[in-house]
């Protein structure tokens, strides 16, 4: 009876193991065939949320428009849909990537107000960002670059991301988690506010007044004559480049 049993358990251990690689299998695409364009019907939004590999090219402009360039049975995968304002950009059922080509996605908005990245996203502003605010959420190893000009800019890195920024803001305000760095010598600002966790870095350019807040190893190289007030725990440093 026991090795019944025993035998029982072995046959139902295998046949779920090859249900889960199967299942696993089907979610995992490998791109095939040669680079399509497909354009999207899209309605105005104001939010962006990509959550797969891809290079993202942002434009504004009076329309909105949502074009992707990918192989066909990738871009058959890719789910795009618009809730309350916001752009989704994702893989069906939750779907994984294999070996492809590079993914292309182009979009244009008259204004934006959130952007997140998730896992390896790699963002461009092609033309100048001018918005009331705006709010960068980078989750992994993402990048965004930009030309951005807004009363409130602020963004939050999880893990590796990096930001390139240049432009003009009264406000500015970044948390870094990890090791994330962001490069904004160019972005002028009045206020800055800069909390770090980890052993990023950070670039700013600010007249007025910097708040920073640091645990970890982290570095802060700041432009500018602001009033500086600071709350250091561990080895982070601040340091005046002065030649603003």
Known sequence: MKSTFNIYSVVVFVLLLFVSCERDNWHHIHGSGPVLTEERDVHPFYDVNISIPARIYFYQSAFPELT??????????????IRRGELEIGLYNGAGLGKHETIEIYIS???YRNIRFSGSVDGWAETPLNVPEMNIFISGSGTFSGE???????????????????GEVADQFHTISGSGDIYAFDLESETADIRISGSGKVEISVDDFLYADMSGSGTIYYRGYPDVESHISGSGKIIHINNK
Request: charged share 15%.
């Open 148 to 166: 951005v000009y807004a009363h409130y800019l602020s963004s939050s890195i999880s893990g590796s991301g990096k930001l390139w920024l240049d």
């Open 68 to 81: 992707i360039k990918a192989q066909a049975n990738i871009l058959d995968a890719i789910e795009t849909r």
């Open 109 to 111: 908005s008259a204004t």
